[in-house]
């Protein structure tokens, strides 16, 4: 009687190569993947300006980093404190969620800590009574609002007096006559903040209101008819790049 003799296959050395590179492929995707949540929670987060609230601080178009380690390592779920690190002060650019809408998230600069008294008469801030000035704000508007005598009359030029209530700060944008700011619906809390803002990354200008995208096509069609880039509906703003933002 013949003995059946069992033949084992062996894998072929390229399949195994094959396997390794794709496992190597996978784990290293994931692991950017964590990283890179990592960054965006906890460290370093990508925002971009919509509006002219903070000219000429930020116009719109510019693309900013903001640090998010500034204040405390956060709950990425709720956004609370969770590690203090520091407190903000006067003068910062924080990114914040909008209070009335968590959606949101608004950039201004913090005018009045908790504690202080803030009012606002015929456009001059006044911080615990004293005249405050900050460099980079400017007006637009010559005419001053009057002292609004009920609260659906706007209070952009004369507001308060108003005492910031704990863990709370006072924001303004530097555009004093077109920002929508802490003089219209209070006070920003602690945990609403996200981070400070640190420095420019990008900067673009086009038509006012048109987004990114139809904006740099339109630069490109002038490319491609007409040889020559169209600046009117695209322009980089490469002496911006690179600023630090205070």
């Not at 911080?127 to 005598?149: C, F, M, W």
């Not at 920003?188 to 981070?195: A, E, H, I, S, T």
Request: aromatic fraction near 14%; charged fraction near 25%.
């Amino acid at each position: 009687m013949k003995s059946s003799t069992l033949k084992l296959k062996e894998s072929d050395p390229r399949d195994r190569r094959k396997k390794s590179l794709f496992r190597e492929y996978g784990e290293s995707l994931v692991i950017a993947f964590i990283l890179a949540l990592i960054i965006k929670f906890f460290l370093i987060q990508a925002f971009s300006i919509p509006s002219g609230s903070m000219e000429k601080t930020l116009l719109i178009g510019d693309y900013l980093l903001v640090n998010k380690l500034s204040y405390g390592i956060r709950n990425p779920f709720t956004n609370k404190v969770v590690i203090p690190i520091s407190q903000p002060e006067r003068g910062d650019v924080v990114v914040f969620i909008f209070p009335q809408d968590p959606s949101k998230d608004y950039i201004k600069r913090v005018i009045g800590l908790p504690g202080d008294k803030i009012q606002i008469t015929n456009k001059k801030l006044y911080i615990n009574g004293k005249l405050y000035e900050t460099p980079q704000a400017h007006y637009e508007d010559s005419l001053v609002i009057p002292t609004p005598r009920s609260p659906i009359e706007s209070a952009r030029d004369n507001f308060g007096p108003v005492v910031v209530p704990p863990n709370s700060y006072f924001c303004m944008g530097d555009n004093r006559d077109r920002s929508y700011d802490s003089r219209f619906w209070g006070f920003v809390p602690m945990d609403n903040l996200k981070g400070k803002a640190m420095i420019i990354y990008f900067s673009w200008e086009g038509p006012r209101g048109e987004s990114f995208l139809p904006a740099f096509l339109g630069g490109l069609k002038g490319l491609v008819f007409h040889f020559s880039w169209d600046s009117q509906d695209f322009r980089m703003r490469w002496d911006r790049l690179g600023n630090l933002i205070h």
